[in-house]
C-alpha cells in the first residue's frame, strides 16, 4: 500500500491473439448498444414497474426502471466491484435515495438491500467531489435519508439491551456500511453543513456496542463496528453545524467513551483478547476532537470539559499504576495519551500535566527502533527488531532481486522534480508494535499489511518511508513495498494524489506484486483456479478498481491487478503498450503539448485488450491446472 501524506489521497497497499479489425468492431458494436440501453432507461425513469429483483416476499414496492436496475446490479454477483451499469451521477444518486425511502415505509425492514443501498453512496461519495455549492441540496438529501438508517438502527439496537441478544449478520453489515457512508459523506463536505445526524440515537448504537464488547470480541464485524462508530465523531469538523449539533449530546457519548476505554484496559490487562487496543486509540481520538471541538463551539466552558476528561481518564488510570516499567500495556498507554495530549494543543514538556505523570514519558524513535543499518542499496533500516548478519544478507538479496525486475522493465532514471532523500524502512518486531507506533508517533494508516509514505517529493528534505513490520522471522511484504517506492520515483510523477484511485489502484498494487513475485505467484494463482470463468472480472472492471471496492477484497487489490501487468509483460506487443502507459505517467497533469494523457492511454487499454484478456485468463488458469495436477500424480 503507497500512501502520500502531502494530501487526502490514497493509492492502495505484495499468448492467444485475435485479429484486430474484429476485435475493434466488436468493442464498436457493443458500445453503441450499451448507449442505446442507458439512452432508453434514462428515459424510462418516470414509469413505475413491480419490484422482482429481490426475495420470495415479493414485495409490493414499485420502483422506475433506473431503480429496478440499480438494485439488480448492486444484487448481481457478478458485479463484482460493486459497479453499476450507469456513471456515478446525481441521477443514479437521487434514485438510490429514493428507493431508501420506499424500502423504510416496508412493514419488514430489508437490511440487506438498505445495506447495498449504503454502499452504493458510500462508492458515490468516494468517486464524485460534492463539496461545492452545486451538490449541496443533494448532500442534505443524503444526510436526511441516511438519518433515518440511522435512526432505525438506534431502535433496533434498543430493542437488542434487555436480553443482550448479538446483532444478526444482515443487521452488522448494514450498520458497517452505514457508518462508513457517514463518514465519507462527511470527508467529503467540507462545510459540514448538511449532517441530520440524531446524535441521541446515534449514540444508543454507541452504547449497545460499548455495552456488549466483551461478548461482540467473538464478532470481528461489530468490533471493527466499534470503531467505525468513534471514527464518525472523530471526522467531524471543529466549528462547523455538525459539531455544534453533536455538543448537545457530548455528555453521554463522553460517558461511553469513558466506559469503553475502562473496559478494553480491563480486557487487554486480564490477557482475553488484544483488539480493545483498538477501541482505546479511537475513543482517546474522539475524545480530544470533542475537546477541540468545545474549544470553537463553547471555549468559555471548554477548559472546564477538557479538565473533566483529564480528571476521568485518571482515574480509569489509577489501578494500572503498578505496571512494570517495561509493560507492554504501560507503554501503549504512554503512547494514547501522548497522542491525546498533542491533539488538544498541549505538550507535556511544556505544561503542568502532573495529572498523568504516571504514565507519560518522552518518546523516542532510538528507544522504539534501536537498530540502524544501511542495505547494500544505499536503503536505509531502522528497526525495532535485531537483525542478525545471515538475515541481513537475506534482505540485501530480496532487496536487490526487486531493484534488478524493476530497472530492467522501466529504466533508472528518475521522474522529474523528485528530489527525496533515498528510502527509509521502518520495521517493527510484531504487528502489535506496528499498530502501536504506526498510531503514534508515525500517524500512519496501520490496518494493512504495510505502507509507503511518499511525501512531498519535490522537497529535498522530504524523507520517503516505507512502515513494515516482522511476520515469521520476515518482513512481511517487503519487496512489495519497495516496489511501490520504485514506482513512485522511477515511474509516476509527482505524489499519490496525482492521479484519481480509481485509475491508479490496479497500476500500482499489481506492479508491487508482479515485481515482487514475478511470474510466479502462488497467491495469485490460487484465485484465479478457485473462480469460475463465469465470476472473474473483465479487464476493464479491474483497471477501474479502486480502494473503497477493493476494501476486505484482497483478491481484488492484488491478484487481479497482478495478472494484468503479467499480461502487459507477456509479448513485446503488450510490452510497448505498458510503455505508452508509463510515459503518460511520467508526464505532468496538464501539461502542454500532444503527450498522452494517462486517462485516455488507460481506457483505450481496457477496450481494445478487453478480450484478449479475457482468453488469456483461461490460458493462464488452464496452464496452473495443469501443472498442479501433473504434480499431484505419481
Known amino acids: 500500500m503507497s500512501v502520500n501524506l502531502s494530501g487526502v489521497g490514497y493509492n492502495h497497499h505484495s499468448n492467444v491473439f485475435f485479429d484486430e479489425v474484429n476485435n ?15 439512452s432508453h432507461v434514462e428515459n424510462e425513469t418516470e414509469k413505475n414497474i413491480p419490484s422482482t429483483y429481490l426475495n420470495p416476499l415479493q414485495s409490493k414496492v414499485r420502483f422506475t426502471v433506473l431503480e429496478k436496475k440499480l438494485m439488480e446490479d448492486l444484487h448481481d454477483k457478478k458485479e463484482l466491484f460493486l459497479k453499476t451499469s450507469y456513471q456515478h451521477s446525481k441521477k443514479t444518486l437521487i434514485a ?13 425492514i430489508k437490511k440487506r438491500d438498505l445495506d447495498l443501498l449504503s454502499k452504493y453512496i458510500e462508492s458515490f461519495y468516494h468517486r464524485v467531489d460534492t463539496s461545492g455549492p452545486y451538490w449541496k441540496s443533494e448532500n442534505n438529501i443524503v444526510s436526511r435519508t441516511l438519518s433515518k438508517i440511522g435512526d432505525y438502527l438506534a431502535k433496533t439496537y434498543n430493542n437488542l439491551h434487555g436480553i443482550s441478544n448479538e446483532p444478526d449478520k444482515e443487521l452488522s453489515g448494514l450498520t458497517s456500511s452505514w457508518v462508513a457512508a457517514m463518514i465519507k459523506m462527511t470527508n467529503n463536505n467540507s462545510q459540514g453543513d448538511n449532517s441530520n445526524i440524531n446524535y441521541k440515537n446515534f449514540n444508543a448504537i454507541l452504547e449497545y456496542h460499548v455495552l456488549n464488547q466483551e461478548k461482540l470480541l467473538n464478532n470481528y464485524e461489530s468490533s471493527v463496528n466499534t470503531g467505525k462508530l468513534l471514527n464518525l465523531i472523530y471526522y467531524i469538523r471543529p466549528g462547523t453545524l455538525d459539531s455544534q449539533i453533536l455538543s448537545k449530546s457530548k455528555d453521554a457519548i463522553e460517558r461511553n467513551l469513558l466506559k ?38 463553547n471555549p468559555k466552558i471548554s477548559f472546564e470539559t477538557q479538565k473533566n476528561i483529564d ?35 498541549r505538550s507535556f514538556e511544556k505544561n503542568d500535566l502532573s495529572i498523568f505523570s504516571g504514565f507519560l514519558k518522552p518518546i523516542l ?12 542499496s544505499e536503503y536505509r533500516i531502522k528497526s525495532s527488531y535485531p537483525f542478525n548478519n545471515e538475515e541481513k544478507n537475506k534482505l540485501n538479496v530480496i532487496a536487490t532481486k526487486v531493484l534488478k525486475n524493476f530497472h530492467e522493465s522501466f529504466g533508472e532514471k528518475s521522474v522529474r522534480d523528485d528530489y527525496s532523500k533515498p528510502l527509509e524502512i521502518i520495521v517493527m518486531k510484531n504487528k502489535d508494535h506496528y499498530h502501536r507506533y504506526g498510531n503514534y508517533p508515525f500517524r500512519i494508516d496501520t490496518n494493512n499489511g504495510g ?13 520517503p518511508r516505507i512502515f513494515v513490520y516482522m511476520k515469521d522471522n520476515n518482513i512481511h511484504n517487503f519487496g512489495h513495498e519497495i516496489v511501490h517506492y520504485l514506482d513512485g520515483k522511477y515511474n509516476k510523477y509527482g505524489d499519490a494524489n496525482m492521479f484519481p484511485s480509481e485509475e491508479i489502484t490496479w497500476w500500482t498494487e499489481g506492479l508491487a ?11 495469485a494463482e490460487s484465485v484465479l483456479m478457485n473462480c469460475p470463468p463465469e465470476n472473474r472480472p473483465s479487464l476493464r472492471q479491474i483497471i477501474d478498481i479502486d480502494g473503497f471496492s477493493a476494501n476486505g477484497h484482497s483478491e481484488r487489490l492484488y491478484a487481479w491487478p497482478y495478472f494484468v501487468q503479467k499480461f502487459l509483460d507477456s509479448s513485446p506487443q503488450l510490452r510497448s503498450v505498458r510503455g505508452e502507459l508509463v510515459r503518460s505517467l511520467r508526464q505532468e497533469i496538464g501539461s502542454s503539448g500532444d503527450k498522452p494523457s494517462y486517462s485516455r492511454v488507460l481506457k483505450n487499454f481496457g477496450q481494445k485488450y478487453n478480450e484478449e484478456f479475457y482468453y488469456w485468463l483461461n490460458q493462464q488458469s488452464n496452464h496452473s491446472i495443469s501443472i498442479n495436477r501433473y504434480s499431484n500424480c505419481g
Not at 24 to 29: P, Y
Not at 513 to 523: A, D, P, R, T, V
Request: a positive charge; hydrophobic letters at 30%; aromatic letters at 8%.
Open 451 to 463: 505502507i509507503y509514505i511518499e511525501g512531498n517529493s519535490n522537497n529535498p528534505n522530504n524523507q
Open 260 to 297: 469503553l476505554v475502562n473496559q478494553s484496559l480491563n480486557i487487554v490487562n486480564s490477557k482475553k483478547n488484544n483488539f480493545p487496543l483498538y477501541h482505546i486509540r479511537c475513543a482517546l481520538d474522539v475524545l480530544s476532537s470533542i475537546i477541540n471541538s468545545e474549544k470553537r463551539n
Open 24 to 38: 475493434v468492431k466488436n468493442k464498436q458494436n457493443e458500445a453503441v448498444l450499451e448507449k442505446k440501453r442507458h
Open 365 to 376: 524513535e532510538k528507544e522504539f527502533i534501536p537498530h540502524n543499518f544501511k542495505l547494500n
Open 96 to 108: 438510490s435515495i429514493k428507493i431508501i425511502n420506499k424500502l423504510m415505509l416496508e412493514p419488514e
Open 311 to 345: 480528571f476521568n481518564l485518571n482515574n480509569i488510570l489509577k489501578k494500572y499504576n503498578s505496571l512494570p516499567a517495561k509493560s507492554e500495556l504501560r507503554e501503549e498507554i504512554n503512547v494514547v495519551l501522548t497522542k491525546f495530549i498533542e491533539d488538544t494543543g
Open 513 to 523: 506484486e508482479y515485481i515482487s513475485h514475478g511470474k510466479k505467484n502462488e497467491y
